[in-house]
């Protein structure tokens, strides 16, 4: 049953770069309309509240647990929902999107050290082949295949505020795996999310944006339920269950699909163009994320079962 668990969360979490992708697509129009900081206030303040309906009702909550965790579920809500908010739709406005997405796509990478030099995980060769080819291929999709573009880059005061929402996401997932060693993934989803939208509405109140939320339109609606239910609240779910099932490091590798959704999610809805150097940044990238998971499952699968064999033979023998 746990070997089923297991490979079950792979795909699950197939689902959270799609949800995220998507959120990068409906948040690129909701700030047309209302402002960035308080769209993510009013975004995780949503999900939070759903969350906590749903885990009253289930009577999920265990205080002792929370109580000997709550720095680290204090920590998490700083930075994984508002730090990272924060410093991300700030410097969009600084810097351009190419720069941050350059930035962030290092996550798993410094995910995954943060995790070999912290918290015990393992690192192996066929780990570090993955992070490298799945972090080149979305170098390719995002510079379009275009060294020109790579070699134009200007970095400004934009890009160091997008390392600061690389740190906190970084950050964020290894307290992740701290925090759920004794609290479960959906009650910690659930604190974070409403801590760190409280968060974020303070800061946003410079704004003054909160007025034109009962003003959006019919799409800005859509989007904004789509990015409450499916970037925020399943989106978060599955990935704490990921850190929690399979650990920050391979769970990390799934952020390098998120400009992949992004581009295929524009060219489906905005019929935007995609190149082949961008077609084969995507295989890169995919081809990566395998060997770090799905590779790596069905090799210790293997493993496993030829050692059951062996023992089934000297039995019988």
């Not at 082949?129 to 972090?135: A, K, N, P, R, T």
């Not at 604190?191 to 800005?220: C, H, R, V, Y």
Request: with cysteine; glycine share 8%; charged share 10%.
């Amino acid at each position: 049953m746990k070997n089923d668990q297991s490979i079950a969360i792979y795909f699950w979490l197939l689902l959270v770069p799609l949800f995220w992708g998507g959120a990068f697509v409906a948040a690129e129009h909701i700030i047309t309309e209302i402002p960035p900081v308080t769209a993510a206030a009013f975004r995780f303040g949503s999900a939070g509240i759903l969350l906590l309906v749903f885990v009253l009702a289930r009577k999920k909550l265990d205080f002792t647990a929370i109580k000997k965790q709550w720095l680290s579920i204090l920590l998490m809500a700083i930075t994984g929902i508002f730090g990272y908010n924060f410093f991300f739709f700030t410097a969009l406005d600084i810097t351009s999107a190419i720069n941050g997405s350059l930035i962030v796509a290092t996550t798993p990478v410094l995910l995954t050290f943060g995790a070999v030099l912290f918290l015990g995980e393992v690192w192996n060769k066929q780990l570090g082949f993955g992070l490298i080819l799945s972090l080149l291929g979305v170098v390719v999709v995002i510079s379009k295949g275009s060294i020109e573009t790579l070699l134009n880059l200007e970095f400004n005061s934009g890009d160091l505020l997008f390392i600061g929402g690389l740190i906190c996401w970084v950050s964020h997932g290894l307290l992740g795996k701290v925090a759920m060693r004794d609290v479960s993934p959906v009650v910690t989803t659930t604190l974070t999310t409403l801590i760190g939208s409280i968060f974020l509405a303070i800061f946003s109140i410079p704004e003054k944006g909160w007025d034109n939320i009962f003003s959006m339109s019919t799409q800005g609606w859509g989007e904004m339920l789509f990015m409450i239910i499916c970037s925020s609240v399943v989106g978060f779910l599955l990935w704490n269950h990921g850190i929690k099932q399979i650990g920050a490091s391979k769970a990390s590798i799934y952020m390098n699909l998120v400009p992949i959704n992004t581009a295929l999610l524009a060219v489906w809805l905005y019929a935007s163009q995609i190149t082949w150097p961008q077609i084969i940044g995507m295989i890169m990238v995919i081809t990566g994320v395998y060997f770090v998971t799905f590779h790596q499952y069905l090799k210790n699968k293997r493993v496993r079962q030829k050692m059951a064999r062996f023992e089934n033979k000297s039995v019988n023998n």
